[in-house]
């Protein structure tokens, strides 16, 4: 069982700066999968960027590509989220999420979910 805490959201200005951390439990961080995703006010969630266990690989979702920077430190069991140039269209719920074995993007191949926090870029 993997708990995933989020932290760090907030009210920033375009063109900000904002770090999202999530603290995982469970001895096993290391290698999992580890994805942020974003909620927007009535769309659907989507794929924010992503790294892979072992070998921490990065992938992002093209509309934060060049903004956005996924870390991880594995002796803290936290992922991190550095989001640059700040646009009101990041405004979202921004979930990290885990899952074990190869890496995805897709939400329905994640095991373990954060309860979110809010992010909200004013223009």
């Known amino acids: 069982q993997v708990q995933l805490v989020e932290s760090g959201g907030g009210l920033v200005q375009a063109g900000g700066s904002l770090r999202l951390s999530c603290a995982a439990s469970g001895r096993t961080f290391s290698s999992y999968t580890m994805s942020w995703f974003r909620q927007a006010p009535g769309k659907e969630r989507e794929f924010v960027g992503r790294?892979?266990?072992?070998?921490?690989?990065?992938y992002y979702a093209d509309s934060v590509k060049g903004r956005f920077t996924i870390s991880r430190d594995n002796a803290k069991n936290t992922l991190y989220l550095q989001m640059n140039s700040l646009k009101p269209e990041d405004t979202a719920v921004y979930y990290c999420a885990a899952k074990d074995g190869w890496s995805s993007t897709r939400i329905v191949d994640y095991d373990y979910w954060g309860q979110g926090t809010q992010v909200t870029v004013s223009s």
């Open positions: 790294t892979s266990g072992t070998i921490p690989l990065t």
